[in-house]
């Protein structure tokens, strides 16, 4: 629908924008009203895929006043750290219910500020200058295997030294260790 080639029917700049404006409320309405309780992914990204596609399409023939709110800067930026957002939000969002148990609304901006910081950084630190360098093998096994391996094993050493608490304390641990051999 969205990449359908010639026959346009969205002449008229006003219905461009009506259907412009009808598929942003889609995918405006599908981020406020879809919740795991919908079993999501599944049939409920329907609406918000289609919304998508369609948004898309109002705008190839023309300038609707959507694509000139979708091309305001911070929007912008938001579809350039996309990749970056969805990587680093449910490590982040894991963490939070490891050590909180539940998200809290201020667990929740916290962690939206961590998730568009920490994209910020890969976007500007791993995703860009990997679009700017021509490649040898050396950088690429670097920046691909290298560098990668050290955050893991990182990581792993981290959590084996804290036992994978987080910030439990020692009494927390204890408690937990009895429950383990029961």
């Known amino acids: 629908l969205a990449c359908r080639p010639g026959g346009d029917f969205l002449t008229s700049p006003a219905l461009r924008n009506a259907v412009g404006l009808m598929a942003l409320l889609v995918i405006i309405a599908s981020l406020i009203l879809v919740s795991g309780d919908y079993g999501f992914p599944g049939l409920s990204a329907i609406p918000a895929t289609l919304a998508t596609a369609v948004l898309i399409w109002a705008g190839a023939r023309g300038q609707p006043w959507t694509s000139s709110l979708l091309s305001l800067r911070p929007v912008v930026w938001i579809g350039l750290a996309s990749y970056s957002l ?17 998200v809290t609304p201020a667990s929740a901006l916290l962690s939206v500020g961590a998730t568009g910081l920490l994209a910020a950084l890969t976007l500007r630190y791993v995703e860009q200058p990997a679009r700017a360098v021509s490649w040898r093998l050396g950088k690429i096994a670097v920046a691909y295997l290298a560098a990668p391996l050290v955050a893991v094993a990182l990581a792993v050493l981290w959590i084996g030294a804290t036992d994978g608490a987080g910030t439990l304390d020692h009494a927390d641990l204890m408690a937990i260790r009895r429950l383990e051999r029961q």
């Open 86 to 102: 969805y990587l680093w939000h449910w490590p982040i969002l894991a963490y939070v219910r490891y050590v909180f148990g539940e």
